[in-house]
């Protein structure tokens, strides 16, 4: 599709569940790529299939108010003539009783919005008023959930404060989720599939912790470079106040954390946090040792280098250290190093 | 006070601004949101055209539709060799010639109103799974209240206080096209002061407390 002197050249096909991130620089073609999906801006020649109904293709364009979507904007949008009780029945109303799957109570229940129905938007916080948008564009039921940067408008606390409802979302309702994002760490919070942008271009997709590992992106190469790894609560040591998250490659160490036993966990471990061994240290503080192979190692300026660590069932590690202790370590890609990382951040 | 002929011009008058602020907001509105709505590149000529009556001395407009509805003009011509009725001298042709006269006053503010509102509200609701007639009567109207109060409210009186027009195509008959602003001029031409000032006064009154209205309502549904 085209608009001006601008071009969208995306032909991607994206998984049915879980949430999906379009991440991208602004002016790339996030926000276009995601009113072409709702319909909201209709281009010719488009073709576009959702599950297994086509909603756009040569002679056919259904509407966006016949597509069953939900589409939170940048910002809540509400409707200013309304209450929250009203904006969040508007939607509801016209979907017919046999559709519904999510109710208003859950809905509400969810984002945490029951004390602010009789208000009026004008009267609530702009985290308040996204959390409202987001509960109305749930309460349509909607088998595919638009999210066009729904935090960028808010603030670094009202951005906390919506995270956690948009991670409960992700892990109570089986609804895909498509995010655009111009930012790394939501998107690590909370993405599992990842479709990156450029100028308009698909620069790579592939699913989350893939991308995020691949020293050829952008991701990489600067200083808060990061693995994702997913694990799960396996113990926790209350003499020490610690809690074991165990993932395919072993077991994180990490301060005791209010989580149910078995519940998944989602980890950010910094490449710059992460120091490499020939050999296996006891006499050190660091309690997070892996036996790792090096897997590629690639030059991010003139004094560093990134090292990509496969520990076992594919996860990798990535590690940030001088070309010089490259060097003086003797690493290349197969060799077996002890991967130490100082210190690991939940994301969820 | 009122003699029974003021009285009388005052009723037409009172029915001549009710139909043409009805008119106008029923042809206005879709024109208002067209303009609103259109990226339409000559877009501004029919704003100059619709804005023209707010330059137009009303005699010209007036003339020019004294000559149009005439028998012989284009449009009374037409209708005359239909059979219709004649236009010139009636109420009918009042009607016609207070439409074009107060347009601007309409749909200006209308168009203000929709502008205002944006895309946005509409893009919503249609996520919300609102039809493009749906949005226009749970989105718009509501969000637009003030503009059709204020463009309701412009247009009834600016309807009422017209002269130029209503003397050139309605001529001044009384009980027929004879309305307050036509009453009082025939009351100062006979020097009949104390019923210009009945008259005059009612006139002021009424007006004061309109355009109050508007204001006071306008600012109870200030837009967020």
Known sequence: MRRGSFSLDVDIKIPCRGVTAVLGASGCGKTTLLRAIAGLDQYPNGFLKVADMIWQEANHFIPPHQRPLGYIFQEASLFAHLNVRRNLEYGMKRVPKMERKVSLINAIELLGIGHLLERKPDTLSGGERQRVAIARALSVSPQLLLMDEPLAALDLNRKQEILPYLESLHRKLDIPVIYVSHSPDEVARLADHLVLLEAGRVIATGNIHGIFSRLDLPFTQGADAAAIIEATVAAHDDEYALTYLDFSGGRFTVTRQQLALGSKVRLRVAARDVSLTLVYQTNTSILNIFPTTVDEIKNVGPAQVVVRLLLGDGVCLLARITRKSVSILGLKPGKQVYAQAKSVALLC | ?224
């Open chain 2, 1 to 224: 006070m009122f003699s029974e002929a003021d009285l009388t011009a005052l009723v037409i008058t009172l029915k001549l601004a009710i139909i043409t602020t009805l008119i106008l907001l029923l042809l206005g509105t879709p024109l208002a949101l067209w303009m609103a709505r259109t990226r339409w590149r000559f877009k501004f000529l029919l704003e100059a055209v619709v804005a023209l009556p707010l330059v137009l001395p009303p005699t010209v407009l007036g003339f020019y539709m004294l000559v149009a509805l005439g028998p012989h003009g284009p449009v009374g011509g037409v209708m005359a060799s239909l059979g219709g009725p004649p236009l010139a001298f009636t109420f009918t042709g009042l009607v016609i010639g207070s439409v074009i006269y107060s347009l601007p006053f309409v749909v200006q503010p209308l168009q203000n109103a929709f502008a205002a509102i944006g895309r946005r509200p509409l893009e919503v609701a249609a996520t919300l799974r609102a039809s493009p007639i749906d949005r226009f009567f749970t989105v718009t109207l509501p969000l637009a209240r003030p503009g059709f109060f204020t463009a309701a409210v412009l247009g009834f009186a600016h309807t009422i206080g017209e002269f130029g027009v209503v003397l050139m195509i309605g001529g001044n008959i009384p009980g027929e096209t004879q309305v307050v602003s036509i009453a009082i001029y025939d009351h100062v031409e006979s020097l009949e002061y104390i019923h210009a000032h009945w008259l005059s006064g009612g006139l002021l009154l009424m007006s004061f407390l309109m355009l109050i209205a508007v204001y006071a309502f306008n600012r109870r549904f200030t837009v967020i």
